[in-house]
């Protein structure tokens, strides 16, 4: 959910209810365990040579929390950046974004020498004389004050518990923009160690990261708790399951297991080895998607939600690798719609389709998502700023429109996963952004349908969605109570081509 009215870059953050402080508990356990470490790397003078390279090493410090990086990286119009990204609801931050916490910046030349930088708003940093070709820089960015503050953005910003500290990478890296690949050294007390979602290297707890896009859209987490690692489908998951009960972590697995299955399955590999999941504990339900990574939390712990909602909110946050960061949308607002609401509807399917939840979910999914889309005050495509609860539902149930009308123009030889892979296939696996015709040219190499004509009422206008009859297709039934509240039950006078149609859509891809 957008919470800025003015964010400065494109976040995909899925978000159910109103931020609030994290609670007391969050915040105790956890000043003693980082102990003194060895002195930061002093700044080097770096090779008169550009490289393509930026390396860094990070430094974790004693208490109060303070994260020293060092590093050198090519220059190119003399500029050092940080992340312009919205950090947050952090009062402190509101004006000059994360450059908020960094501490003591110092930057040198090939030879040296100190370089003197003014600070550029958000942004970062400008040179205050002509660029060298390289150069160094050391600063420190201070956590403390997010922890006093009790950690207002959790799974945006920063997190720690007594043995986990969840950084996102935006906040803790600088850069120059002229560089490839990132190489970091983490440099940590005995007994613990780095987490990313990129390739390992040498030494230990070196990694590459092969851009600096990748470097600061993702999370790092620093741990001394066992990780537990769920490989599937060629990918490894880096599961961190922070304050979770052991009941919580178990349904990991295996949940991870069926997920990851069925998005590959629908569409194919993520084209990255690694990825952290960082779960941490009841604040404020949402997730915060990154390019090989996300955090979330639950409102509450499990005894008062169902598996199905963990389960869900994970489906949700992995299905944005693909839809969000691969597939990514010429306008951002106006695409929300298909980003959330495909996601959505996609996650709700994986639930479906993986055995954990019966029919009976998927259908009062469905009936939540009428429900909710009713409060949408705008189309699809306008919304603005505001990105919440209805405009997931109205989105998720625009897929379940193509999903069953897909279904129903090709006598169920294809379905909406077909038009994501069309829709891959279009922009030429996620290079080139999509708009509407790109959506347009997928559901035509899909299924005959007058998609022009769904698009124009539907998602440019205002027009209700005919969920009713849509249902009726798939052997369904849609009824409203008198209060507006919305039942979906299965028509037992359904024909047998209608129940095929629904059974085809509650199966996995390829079975
Ligand atoms: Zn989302």
């Known amino acids: 959910m957008l919470r800025s009215p003015t964010p400065r870059r494109r976040l995909l953050t899925h978000s159910r209810t109103p931020r609030h402080p994290a609670p007391p508990c969050a915040r105790i356990l956890v000043l003693a365990l980082f102990v003194a470490l060895a002195a930061p790397t002093p700044v080097r003078a770096a090779s008169a040579k550009a490289s393509a390279v930026a390396t860094y090493h990070v430094h974790l410090t004693s208490d109060p929390l303070r994260v020293t990086v060092t590093g050198t990286a090519p220059v190119a119009d003399g500029a050092l950046r940080i992340d312009d990204s919205w950090p947050g609801d952090i009062p402190p931050l509101e004006s000059v974004g994360w450059c908020g916490l960094v501490r003591h910046l110092r930057?040198?030349?090939?030879?040296?020498?100190?370089?003197?930088?003014?600070?550029?708003?958000?942004?970062?940093?400008?040179?205050?004389?002509?660029?060298?070709?390289?150069?160094?820089?050391?600063?420190?960015?201070?956590?403390?004050?997010?922890?006093?503050?009790?950690?207002?953005?959790?799974?945006?910003?920063?997190?720690?518990?007594?043995?986990?500290?969840?950084?996102?990478?935006?906040?803790?890296?600088?850069?120059?923009?002229?560089?490839?690949?990132?190489?970091v050294t983490f440099h940590l007390p005995p007994g613990w160690r780095a987490s990313t979602p990129w390739p390992a290297a040498k030494p230990p707890n070196t990694f590459v990261a092969p851009s600096t896009r990748d470097l600061v859209e993702n999370l790092v987490v620093l741990t001394r708790a066992p990780r537990e690692d769920v490989v599937v489908a060629g990918f490894r998951v880096h599961v961190h399951a922070l304050g979770t009960p052991p009941a919580l972590r178990a349904q990991m697995r295996p949940l991870l297991e069926s997920v990851v299955s069925h998005h590959v399955g629908l569409l194919g590999s993520p084209g990255r080895s690694d990825y952290v999941l960082a779960l941490l504990p009841p604040l404020d339900g949402g997730g915060e998607s990154y390019r090989g990574s996300f955090a979330a939390s639950l409102d509450s712990l499990p005894d008062s939600q169902s598996p199905a909602t963990l389960g869900n909110l994970v489906a949700h946050e992995m299905f944005h690798l693909w839809n969000g960061w691969k597939l990514v949308g010429a306008d951002y607002a106006s695409t929300q719609w298909f980003q959330e609401g495909f996601t959505e509807y996609v996650a709700n399917l994986a639930m479906a389709r993986s055995g954990r939840v019966d029919a009976d979910w998927f259908r009062s999914k469905l009936a939540y998502h009428v429900e909710t889309a009713r409060q949408l005050t705008t189309s699809l495509e306008d919304i603005g700023t505001r990105k919440g609860r209805p405009l997931y539902s109205a989105g998720a149930l625009v897929a379940f429109e193509w999903d069953v009308r897909i279904r129903q123009a090709t006598q169920g030889r294809h379905d909406l996963g077909g038009f994501l892979r069309a829709l891959v296939r279009q922009t030429n696996r996620g290079a080139r952004a999509y708009a509407w015709a790109d959506m347009r040219a997928a559901l035509e190499a899909t299924a005959p349908g007058d998609w022009e004509a769904f698009y124009l009422a539907f998602v440019h206008a205002k027009a209700s969605l005919p969920i009713g009859p849509t249902l009726a297709v798939v052997g369904q039934t849609l009824i409203e109570a008198p209060d507006g509240h919305v039942i979906i039950l299965a028509d037992t006078a359904a024909t047998p081509a209608a129940k095929r149609l629904w059974s085809g859509l509650l199966r996995s891809p390829g079975n």
């Open 107 to 183: 930057v040198t030349n090939a030879h040296g020498d100190s370089l003197a930088v003014t600070a550029n708003g958000p942004r970062g940093w400008k040179l205050a004389q002509s660029s060298p070709t390289t150069l160094s820089f050391a600063y420190e960015v201070d956590y403390s004050q997010l922890e006093r503050l009790g950690w207002p953005a959790p799974r945006e910003a920063a997190y720690r518990d007594s043995a986990n500290l969840v950084l996102a990478a935006r906040s803790l890296f600088a850069s120059t923009g002229a560089s490839g690949e990132c190489r």
